[in-house]
Nanobody
Framework: QVQLVESGGGLVQAGGSLRVSCAAS????????MGWFRQAPGKEREFVAA????????YYADSVKGRFTISRDNAKSTVYLQMNSLKPEDTAHYYC?????????????????WGQGTQVTVSS
């Protein structure tokens, strides 16, 4: 089992920045890829970013590429999502998840453990 706890969400003005964190416990964090997903009201959960177990590879949704950066600190069992140049359309509940598939993907079904999420609201 693994437990994930997200933090760092909040209200920010458009153009601003925010960093959300996800602390993991219960498993060997450094062995697994990690992902961030988000879900806005009335919309399906969508992929945001993913990072390999070593941190050497990362992937981003086109909608956030160049604005968001995913990183991890295996010593702290924590993954981060730095969000810059935020837009109102980035408003959503942000979830981190542990990859349980053999390869890093952008599909939610390839992630077996999820946190409760943290709300990010961007005002215009």
């Amino acid at each position: 089992q693994v437990q994930l706890v997200e933090s760092g969400g909040g209200l920010v003005q458009a153009g601003g920045s925010l960093r959300v964190s996800c602390a993991a416990s219960g498993r060997t964090f450094s062995s697994y890829g990690m992902g961030w997903f988000r879900q806005a009201p009335g919309k399906e959960r969508e992929f945001v970013a993913a990072i390999s177990w070593s941190g050497g590879y990362s992937y981003y949704a086109d909608s956030v590429k160049g604005r968001f950066t995913i990183s991890r600190d295996n010593a702290k069992s924590t993954v981060y999502l730095q969000m810059n140049s935020l837009k109102p359309e980035d408003t959503a509940h942000y979830y981190c998840a542990v990859q349980t598939s053999a390869v890093l993907t952008t599909k939610a079904y390839d992630y077996g453990y999820w946190g409760q999420g943290t709300q990010v609201t961007v005002s215009s």
